[in-house]
């Protein structure tokens, strides 16, 4: 059920959004179990990347979570190295439209994630939007800090500038940190007088490393997926010692001047909820179009599991998309 009046009261922000919510209890049921199962797993795993045996686990860990998503019919998968990046194209295999490409950017704190992780997500986008989604897997910290990630987007982002899509039939689109580094890569073309995507698509953004929204407290409890101690560890591996008000860093204190209409969805559970709202707020300050949904009782990249809020959130953005082509 959509409700457009409702505002993050909670989070101190009065920016109107759309709130979705379970439309049944057995929708209900569903998210009460995949929670618990959430927590379960997060309360027997180490609370933050410690060490490299931990971060080995969760590297692999999150390689399974994509390998066990369900393939989904009418696509194909197609590996391939990308200028030394392991890179992969999802295409529909009938009725697509091959003069349009997602750029997608994995999550995974900047130090975990990959093609199979990034599988499941990209593959929904393409099945609902016909679009070809040209996934990438940047450098991981701690081996490859900042600004490796960022060198690593822009390579892909000419790649299919060299394939000879222009800016405008490109949509950037990424989740947590993916959502940081779309941001990012956005800014550096801005700042490089560089034409820009057409539209940008940001699944639960980390948009600030220096935590200071209410919701990285205040949310704790109600998260089941991210920690604090785990937010931190990946951000000191990511940029250590860095200004981590630098926008490239944290996009929430950035100049968003040019650019192009964004859409955000974030779940009410999460504790980076409020990177998210304010940088909705932000946006619509610097007159940027911008679309929030909050998606009450979900949490951070929802979308990615096999759940009927999920596949409604990727029918909004497929929405989004093709109502602005």
Request: proline residues 7%; aromatic residues 10%.
């Amino acid at each position: 059920m959509e409700n457009t009046n409702n505002t993050n009261a909670r989070g101190g922000l009065h920016i109107p959004m759309s709130r979705y919510s379970e439309t049944s209890p057995a929708d209900q049921a569903v998210t009460t179990a995949m929670m618990k199962a959430m927590r379960t797993i997060r309360s027997a795993s180490s609370p933050a990347p410690a060490g490299q045996e931990e971060l080995d686990r969760q590297r692999r860990g999150q390689k399974v979570l994509g390998r066990l998503a369900a393939p989904l019919l009418g696509l194909s998968w197609e590996p391939f190295d990308l200028n030394g990046l392991p890179a992969a194209w999802v295409r529909p295999e009938r009725g697509h439209d091959p003069r349009k490409v997602v750029l997608y950017c994995h999550g995974g704190g900047y130090t975990s994630g990959s093609l199979d992780y990034s599988r499941p997500l990209a593959s929904k986008v393409a099945n609902r939007t016909g679009y070809e989604v040209l996934c990438f897997e940047y450098r991981l910290a701690p081996e490859h800090p900042s600004p490796a990630a960022r060198q690593d987007a822009l390579k892909a982002w000419d790649y299919l500038m060299l394939l000879g899509y222009g800016a405008r039939d490109v949509v950037v689109m990424g989740d947590s940190a993916g959502g940081n580094l779309a941001l990012a890569l956005t800014l550096m073309l801005r700042d490089a007088r560089r034409q820009l995507p057409r539209r940008l698509v940001l699944f639960s953004p980390w948009t600030d490393m220096t935590f200071s929204g209410e919701s990285f407290t205040a949310r704790a409890e109600a998260d089941p997926s991210l920690t604090a101690d785990y937010m931190l560890a990946t951000r000191d591996a990511y940029a250590p010692g860095a200004d981590w008000t630098d926008p490239l860093l944290s996009p929430l204190f950035g100049d968003f001047s040019g650019f192009p209409p964004v859409m955000i969805q974030a779940g009410s559970n999460e504790i980076l909820f409020d990177d998210s709202a304010r940088l909705h707020q932000r946006l619509l300050e610097q007159g940027v179009p911008c679309r929030m949904e909050c998606w009450e009782g979900m949490w951070h990249v929802f979308q990615m599991f096999p759940l009927k809020q999920a596949d409604q959130a990727v029918d909004h953005v497929a929405r989004f998309l093709l109502d602005l082509f």
